[in-house]
Every structure is written in structure tokens, then in C-alpha cells.
Nanobody
Framework: QVQLVESGGGLVQAGGSLRLSCAAS????????MGWFRQAPGKEREFVAV????????YYADSVKGRFTISRDNPKNTMYLQMNSLKPEDTAVYYC?????????????????WGQGTQVTVSS
């Protein structure tokens, strides 16, 4: 089992940057494929980016491709989401998630563990 805690959210102007972190408990962090999801008010939770166990493979939603970068540091049990060129439509609660098994899944239901979320607000 793994517990996840997100941090790094906040209020930023359009065009600005933020880096989110996801700290994981346990000694088996490197066994999990990880992902970032987000949920805006009144909308369903949606996929943002996923990363495989080693960090060597990543996949992004079209809406964030070229602006966001997902990465992980297994010795530190931490995953990151670097967000650049932020837009007001990026405003949402951002969640990290972990799944035991193959990488590459973008469906919310494919993930076994979730953090509590961190709010990102982008002002215009």
C-alpha cells in the first residue's frame, strides 16, 4: 500500500509557473506507475500526465503537452509536475495517483491510490 501527499499548489498569474510535488510513503514507490489528474469545479476528474516506474516513459494530455513536465525521483519517493505557461483553464484541484501494474493508463478507475489534492488557481 502507498500513501500520497501533494503539495506546491497556489495562485499564479497566467503565463506563470508552478511545480507540484507528490510525496509517497512506503519502500515500494518505484514499483508503481504514477499519474497526475485534475478536477475543475463542475467537471469530471481528467488525466493530465502519466509516468512509468523508472521515469523513462511519459505521456501527456494534449491540453498540457509542451507546457507541463512529469518526472519522478525514486530514491526520494517523490513525483513532480512542472507546469509552465499556465492558463486560466488549468485552474483545478490536482491529484497524484499510483497504480500497481502497467504504465500508460489514463482512466481514473485504473488507479489504486490517490492523494488528497492540491488547488491550482490561474488568474487572467
Amino acid at each position: 500500500q502507498v500513501q500520497l501527499v501533494e503539495s506546491g499548489g497556489g495562485l499564479v498569474q497566467a503565463g506563470g509557473s508552478l511545480r507540484l510535488s507528490c510525496a509517497a510513503s512506503g519502500r515500494t514507490f518505484s514499483r508503481y506507475a504514477m499519474g497526475w489528474f485534475r478536477q475543475a469545479p463542475g467537471k469530471e476528474r481528467e488525466f493530465v500526465a502519466v509516468i512509468n516506474w523508472s521515469g523513462g516513459s511519459t505521456y501527456y494530455a494534449d491540453s498540457v503537452k509542451g507546457r507541463f513536465t512529469i518526472s519522478r525521483d525514486n530514491p526520494k519517493n517523490t513525483m513532480y509536475l512542472q507546469m509552465n505557461s499556465l492558463k486560466p483553464e488549468d485552474t483545478a484541484v490536482y491529484y497524484c495517483a499510483a497504480r500497481s501494474g502497467s504504465y500508460g493508463y489514463t482512466e481514473v478507475g485504473s488507479y489504486d491510490y490517490w492523494g488528497q489534492g492540491t488547488q491550482v488557481t490561474v488568474s487572467s
